[in-house]
């Protein structure tokens, strides 16, 4: 752009160091149409792309790597497509996989602690792909 100037100058800054960082959040969701990775105001989620839809979710004090033995939220049999936060409260997420399901899952106010593999509400039906829009 010809022209254009901006009114920050001079502006430096240090990358955070691996410590302070969210680190191994790779392979996401195989679906370009939703965001890989969600937030509230305590728990940090993504998902991989992988059979069983895993939905990582750690408490947002939790930096670092992910560490191989993480804990969670497998609640289909396909792969992800969307998932999010429930708007209010902050210890319910809700899953869509490519088995055309929705599934409501609920986790411990501390993050996880088991591998969650039954959800508490499922919602079937759908016939086609499923993106979840919470607004």
């Not at 986790?107 to 996880?112: C, T, V, W």
């Not at 919602?123 to 993106?131: A, P, T, V």
Request: with cysteine; glycine share 10%; net charge positive.
């Amino acid at each position: 752009m010809s022209g254009f100037t901006s009114k920050f100058r001079h502006i430096w800054g240090d990358a955070a160091k691996a410590k302070d960082s969210y680190g191994d959040i790779k392979q996401a969701l195989t679906s370009g149409e939703s965001q890989y990775v969600k937030a509230n105001s305590k728990f940090l989620a993504y998902g991989k792309a992988s059979g069983g839809a895993p939905v990582y979710v750690r408490s947002l004090s939790d930096t670092g790597r992910t560490g191989t033995n993480a804990k969670y939220i497998g609640t289909h049999k396909g792969r992800l497509t969307d998932f999010d936060f429930h708007p209010f409260i902050e210890t319910i997420i809700a899953t869509a996989g490519d088995d055309c399901k929705v599934n409501i899952n609920q986790f411990p106010s501390e993050g996880l602690t088991e591998n969650i593999t039954k959800p508490v509400r499922e919602l079937k039906g759908h016939k086609k792909k499923i993106i979840i829009n919470i607004i």
